[in-house]
């Protein structure tokens, strides 16, 4: 077996690139099963194309074949002009002599040839990894399985959905928020709407965190964000894909002309019997970008919304604070969190602040945690998507405060922190926070309730706390940034401050029972106070966040 591998690179040796190249060609163009390329033959190629210079038109016409066969796409060519096509689109891509690239049209089913600057300035850099991924996606849109009959009622109703979608966000609103970008990605009835192009798939931008006009210093603490100066924007393709059981799908416009209001502010719609429809064995898909960790209540609540149910043995089921750990865009730590853990996760703040978040894993790994990854949601009717959005900022909302707490995981390894917080689960939509306060030698309880996208309130429960604005003001703080370590950390200095102050002769000290903010703030107190108190003094941690044997 050596002797014929060294004889096989004395061979190859001898020859150059080119003639290595065209040899992988003519095997990957004789395959034994047509639909399946052979795999190393595919890698082989690649590998040869990233070396290999795109200095003439035949070496542009095999990487252009290249991604076309890796997207399952034709590929055909016809003088300089090279075509990647599907049933219902194609890619119209003319050569230079010299390998460059003169101009890139797009062509849906149906319709004539439109000039791409996108797709041509990513050819003309020779981009084609990028070229390659965006034209995944725009294939995405339009790789209807079915029969040709059927691809083509599903691409008509698509379109027909697309166009209603984007009178319904043209509708008028009363704006919350002063930033009008951010005030239509996150209150928009159909969120930011990026009309779909020929060569861009229908795209609505639903959720965001806050972060502008805000100190650079705080940015990589909001909401577990990877980068400081870009927020994690939730997107949504606007799709349709085969289903198992039919729907009603729309072959005509749904709104009336011209579209109107009803008086809480919904779109109104056509009655069915009023609209065109057809039965097909399909549904339209909501495409989430980035895939959302959903609990199993929000699930359900998205099925009800639309009445297609989404099968179960779809999802992944696992605790939401895992979900959210594994998928966080800061996260450095490698592997999977075991499950009935406490697992720890370090913060660290300007200014030298540590924070150390624990999540107890018999906390959440009771049934009403229960949480999966959604990747598409499915729906039939543009009534639904108003609705559908709502539903997923509210889940986005709970995750982007759970995972501001426990990212960025690692890089607070090796850090001393006397900070520790234990986060457990209230309700579905709710969860607490206990810390020991830094002016008494005594446990806090903060309540977080996310009502809705809109609607966060904080509660703090604990001997001296009987201010209502000091809660408004937690609940500002908390929506403003929506993290729970800055809103802490704004906590902690409130509370350093009224420490050190002195006190007012004509504001008496308060007792306990005084002050306690309620039979229900003990209730709190108490419980995190045992179980906190048990954690700090039972066990150590290590710097890879988990926490090892009791001492």
């Known amino acids: ?152 009622k599903l691409f008509s109703s698509l379109q027909f959905l697309g166009k209603d979608l984007e009178k319904i966000s043209q509708l008028p609103s009363v704006p919350k928020d002063s930033d009008p970008q951010m005030d239509m990605i996150n209150n928009g009835r159909i969120g930011c709407l990026i009309a779909g192009k020929e060569d861009t798939p229908l795209t609505i931008q639903f959720h965001t965190t806050p972060t502008a006009g805000m100190k650079t210093s705080d940015r990589p603490f909001l909401s577990g964000e990877a980068n400081p100066t870009e927020a994690l924007v939730h997107a949504a393709q606007v799709t349709v894909g085969i289903s198992d059981v039919t729907h009603q799908l729309q072959m005509a416009s749904v709104l009336p002309q011209p579209p109107q209001l009803d008086p809480q502010g919904r779109p109104v719609f056509l009655p069915s019997t009023e609209a065109p429809h057809e039965t097909l064995p399909a549904c339209f898909l909501l495409t989430l970008q980035p895939a959302v960790p959903m609990m199993s209540s929000f699930v359900n609540k998205l099925s009800q919304i639309t009445a297609v149910a989404i099968p179960d043995v779809d999802l992944q089921w696992a605790p939401l604070p895992k979900l959210l750990t594994r998928r966080s865009p800061s996260s450095n730590s490698p592997g999977e969190i075991p499950d009935q853990r406490d697992t720890i996760f370090t913060v660290p703040l300007p200014g030298g602040v540590t924070h150390r978040y624990v999540l107890p894993g018999a906390a959440w790994e009771v049934p009403s945690q229960r949480a999966a990854v959604a990747d598409s949601v499915p729906f039939t009717h543009p009534a639904h998507v108003p609705a559908l959005l709502e539903l997923l900022r509210h889940q986005c ?64 429960f604990g001997s001296g706390f009987g201010d209502p604005s000091l809660d408004e003001y937690l609940s500002t703080v908390m929506k403003r940034f929506m993290s729970v370590p800055v809103t802490l950390r704004t906590l902690y200095r409130k509370l350093e401050e009224t420490a050190s102050a002195p006190l007012s002769p004509g504001r008496p000290a308060t007792t306990e029972a005084q002050s306690d903010h309620s039979a229900p703030s003990r209730r709190h107190r108490d419980r995190h106070q045992r179980r906190l108190y048990r954690w700090m003094f039972s066990h150590r941690t290590t710097n890879s966040g988990q926490l090892s044997e009791p001492i």
Not at 76 to 91: F, G, K, P, R, V
Not at 111 to 130: I, M, N
Not at 431 to 451: E, G, I, Y
């Open 397 to 460: 909302a709970i995750n982007a405060l759970l995972r501001s707490c426990i990212a960025p995981q690692g890089d607070g390894a090796g850090l001393v922190c006397d900070l520790h917080f234990e986060v457990l689960p209230e309700s579905e939509t709710s969860f607490s926070v206990t810390f020991h306060r830094p002016d008494t030698d005594s446990l806090a309880v903060l309540l977080v309730n996310v009502c809705d996208s809109n609607q966060i309130t904080c509660t703090l």
């Open 1 to 152: 077996m050596e002797s014929r591998i060294s004889k096989l690179h004395l061979k190859f040796a001898e020859k150059t690139w080119n003639e290595t190249f065209q040899l992988v060609r003519r095997c990957m163009d004789k395959p034994k099963d047509q639909s399946k390329p052979c795999e190393p033959l595919v890698r082989s190629l690649e590998r040869l194309q990233e070396v290999f210079n795109v200095s003439s038109m035949n070496t542009m016409r095999y990487r252009l074949e290249a991604i076309a066969k890796k997207q399952r796409m034709g590929f055909h060519i016809t003088e300089a002009t090279c075509y990647l096509t599907t049933d219902l689109l194609y890619l119209e891509v003319v050569l230079l002599p010299g390998g460059g690239v003169e101009e890139v049209k797009v062509a849906p089913h149906g319709g004539s040839p439109v000039p791409s600057e996108s797709f041509l300035q990513l050819l003309r850099a020779k981009h084609f990894a990028e070229f390659s991924m965006k034209l995944a996606g725009l294939f995405a849109q339009y790789n209807i399985p079915g029969d040709n009959e059927i691809k083509f």
